[in-house]
């Protein structure tokens, strides 16, 4: 079955710097990858995802890359503000009725002031 | 995107009782599956729930311990039976959309003493 890691566990930055996060699979036949923000207490919710006929998707300060030559995808988030404080989780999967999503273990993000 | 509530949203519960929580989607959807989000950790699929039949279970979930129904396209129950103190956690349903996309519903806090 499918395998997705994510790094870093946790991350740390400054209020308007960058951040990155990446993951990896394992099943090269995946072609969705959506990502996940969770707030405290709250439920995931989607932010964006992107799909193997593509490289990159942008919606304002965030974007994702995929690579699928490597089987890694990246979530970029610019500008970052204390609102974007919460745990992110990239997810993969094969698209059809029956496939399942896997997570990633998840990441912390903390926008510092 | 699709409504989706759950009740209750938390519960304190004793060892030994069961606990149903029941999801509601205000759109008929095919795909609805519950997930299990102990403290801390990422999501994991514990079933998915299927219209008209008997749920399909990912390894390490039975039937006896967590039984599922699904008795339209807008609703499931997941039951936790016997319950013990590992079983403390927040369960959560999803839906998928016609366009693969997963949304989740505001999950179930439950404390097992």
């Known amino acids: 079955g499918e395998n997705v890691e994510q790094h870093p566990s946790t991350l740390s930055v400054q209020e308007g710097d960058s951040a990155v996060i990446k993951c990896t699979y394992s099943?090269?036949?995946?072609?969705?990858f959506p990502w996940y923000k969770q707030e405290l207490g709250k439920r995931p919710q989607l932010i964006i995802d992107i799909r193997s006929n593509v490289g990159e998707k942008k919606d304002q300060r965030i974007a994702v890359t995929l690579n699928k030559t490597a089987k890694h995808f990246s979530l970029h988030i610019t500008e970052t503000q204390p609102e974007d404080s919460a745990v992110y989780f990239c997810?993969?999967?094969?698209?059809?009725?029956?496939?399942?999503?896997?997570f990633g273990t998840g990441t912390q993000l903390k926008v510092e002031l | 995107s699709a409504v989706i509530s759950q009740k209750p949203s938390r519960d304190i519960c004793q060892r030994g009782t069961s606990l149903t929580i029941q999801c509601q989607v205000d759109?008929?959807?095919?795909?609805m599956f519950w997930y299990r989000q102990q403290p801390g950790q990422s999501l994991t699929l514990i079933a998915t729930?299927?219209?008209?039949?008997?749920?399909?279970?990912e390894s390490g979930f039975v039937i006896d311990k967590f039984p599922i129904s699904r008795p339209n396209l807008t609703f499931s129950t997941l039951t936790v039976s016997n319950m013990s103190p590992e079983d403390s956690s927040i369960y959560l349903c999803?839906?998928?959309?016609?366009?693969?996309?997963?949304?989740f519903g505001p999950g179930t806090r439950l404390t097992v003493l």
């Open positions: 997810a993969a999967r094969r698209t059809g009725g029956g496939n399942k999503l896997t």
């Open positions: 099943d090269s036949a995946s072609n969705y």
């Open positions: 729930a299927n219209q008209g039949s008997e749920a399909t279970y």
């Open positions: 999803s839906v998928e959309e016609s366009t693969d996309t997963q949304y």
């Open positions: 759109s008929q959807v095919t795909m």
